[in-house]
């Protein structure tokens, strides 16, 4: 028998010490990147987007890869891409990241909520985006932690 799966991942994880280096230059064609990371790990790109220290991705996860390898390997390849193409070399991701499940109900929820990034964090701050995702999803949100 084959194997069926459909784990729909909205995935979070700033720069290193969130440092605000995603610029307009670089933003678009990053995305693309990583949608492509994905797409080889077996993995499908929704939605990715991001702000000037953090990324918010929606993607399915190949029932052959675990979270944590395709999130180590996306950070991985990115990093090495953008500081290539652009010659940042400073450019670096933190270590950790933010993974939640999300079930079909809630895939247009978090479309929106991921194409919204930019006018989102002109009220908010990504301490306190993160701070409300932990609350929301019933998790301790310990700062130290969050800012590794």
């Known amino acids: 028998m084959h194997s069926f799966t459909h784990i729909l991942i909205h995935a979070v994880f700033s720069t290193k010490y ?4 995603i610029t307009d230059e670089i933003r678009d064609e990053m995305h693309k990147y990583m949608g492509g990371v994905l797409r080889n790990l077996g993995c499908g ?11 918010h991705l929606l993607f399915w996860l190949s029932s052959t890869q675990t979270i944590s390898f395709v999130m180590q390997e996306l950070k991985r390849a990115t990093s090495e891409w953008v500081t290539k193409r652009f010659s940042l070399f400073d450019f670096r991701w933190q270590n950790g990241y933010c993974a939640l499940s999300v079930d079909e109900y809630g895939i ?29 999803n019933g998790m301790e949100f310990n700062e130290q932690e969050a800012m590794d």
């Open 45 to 55: 790109a929704i939605v990715i987007n991001s702000v000037e220290d953090h990324v």
């Open 18 to 21: 969130r440092n605000a280096i």
């Open 108 to 136: 247009e929820k978090v479309k929106n909520y991921i194409y919204d990034q930019r006018a989102h964090h002109i009220d908010i701050s990504f301490s306190d985006e993160l701070r409300e995702i932990f609350r929301q």
